[in-house]
Structures are given as structure tokens and as C-alpha cells.
């Protein structure tokens, strides 16, 4: 009986120990496949996914795709008509680098970790951490495995920014699609002129 309170109660110690070692230890954010630049309050502001080759291809695309087509319409009705292709041109350029900068919910919150630390320790439910994030989940919050990210608000992997859309970057991405629409249905009806 002695042997056994002397076990538990080295088990406790141990647990402790490794709790304070633990607890010590600066947080370090797991990144993912992402960069990530200017932090404010610990938050990334910019952030530029995996796949930001895709991106910078899709944004010169929208840069000589709107050169082409602002210099048809100068050629067929004149320079007047050619602004109206030139700024919808330069709607569409600031949309896509709102979305393609801007971080699209990755949070980084220290509670959560050590959360996350006391639960393995203790073996308790697993069900909202996330492992390869090291990270207690927060309602919404999903791993993004081409990331290798969790993101609140997960909407879907956008490509063609080369990143996840989510809470953060959602609304840039949408105003982004109208900004695509106007450009079209703009350049349309001036080429028609």
C-alpha cells in the first residue's frame, strides 16, 4: 500500500515537472507552408501561401490580359473609352493583391497551446485539437492539409491567390469575384462600342 501512494504521488511529481518545463518554454507558431510577414499583436497581417507562383502567374495574366485589352478599345474608340478599361483594370489588380496578402483567419493564441499541452498530458479528449498545429481548435477552425494550417472560418484552398480563403480574407476574396465581373462585363460592353 505504501509502494503504491509512493508511485502515484512520483507520477504527480513527474507530471508537474513536465507541466513546468512545458509551461516555460516560449510558444513557437507553427507556420505551415506559409509566410508570413508584419505581426501585430502576435497575429500575422500578411500572409502568402504555398502556392504563390500560381498567384504571381495569375496576377501578371490580369496585368497583360488588361494592357491587351485597354489597347484595343484605345485603337478602336479612343482614349476616353480606354480609361474606363484602365481603371476597372486597376480595380481588379488592388481586389486580387487584398486577397492574395491578406491572412485568411491563421491565429495564433498561446491558451490554446497550453490547453493543448495539460489535455495530452492528462489523456483527455482529443476531438478539437489539432496535432500537426499543436493547437486547441476553435469553433470553425479547420486544418487546411495544403497549408499545413488551421484556419477559422475555412471556406475552401483558392489557387489561384495560392491560399485558403476563411474568416479573415473571405470578403477581400468576394469583392475580388465582383471586381472580376465588373472588369468583364466593363471591357465587354466598351469593345461592343
Known amino acids: 500500500m505504501l509502494n503504491q501512494v ?110 493543448l499541452r495539460v489535455s495530452i498530458l492528462t489523456n483527455s479528449n482529443f476531438q478539437n485539437s489539432c496535432q500537426p498545429c499543436k493547437l486547441e481548435k476553435e469553433y470553425g477552425t479547420y486544418h487546411c492539409y495544403q497549408c499545413d494550417i488551421c484556419v477559422k472560418g475555412y471556406d475552401h484552398h483558392c489557387p489561384w491567390v495560392g491560399k485558403c480563403i476563411g474568416v479573415g480574407n473571405i470578403k477581400e476574396f468576394q469583392m475580388f469575384l465582383m471586381s472580376l465581373l465588373f472588369f468583364f462585363s466593363c471591357n465587354l460592353f466598351l469593345i461592343m462600342i
Open 6 to 115: 509512493d508511485l502515484s504521488q512520483t507520477q504527480k511529481e513527474e507530471t508537474n515537472k513536465i507541466l513546468e518545463i512545458q509551461n516555460d518554454q516560449s510558444f513557437q507558431p507553427h507556420y505551415g507552408k506559409n509566410y508570413m510577414f508584419r505581426f501585430y499583436n502576435g497575429q500575422p497581417q500578411i500572409t502568402i501561401g504555398p502556392h504563390w507562383p500560381l498567384s504571381v502567374c495569375t496576377f501578371i495574366l490580369i496585368i497583360v490580359g488588361a494592357y491587351f485589352i485597354s489597347a484595343i478599345i484605345h485603337i478602336k474608340s479612343g482614349i476616353w473609352y480606354s480609361s474606363g478599361s484602365v481603371i476597372s483594370s486597376l480595380i481588379l489588380e488592388i481586389c486580387f493583391l487584398r486577397v492574395f496578402l491578406k491572412n485568411p483567419g491563421i491565429n495564433f493564441t498561446s491558451t490554446y497551446v497550453h490547453k
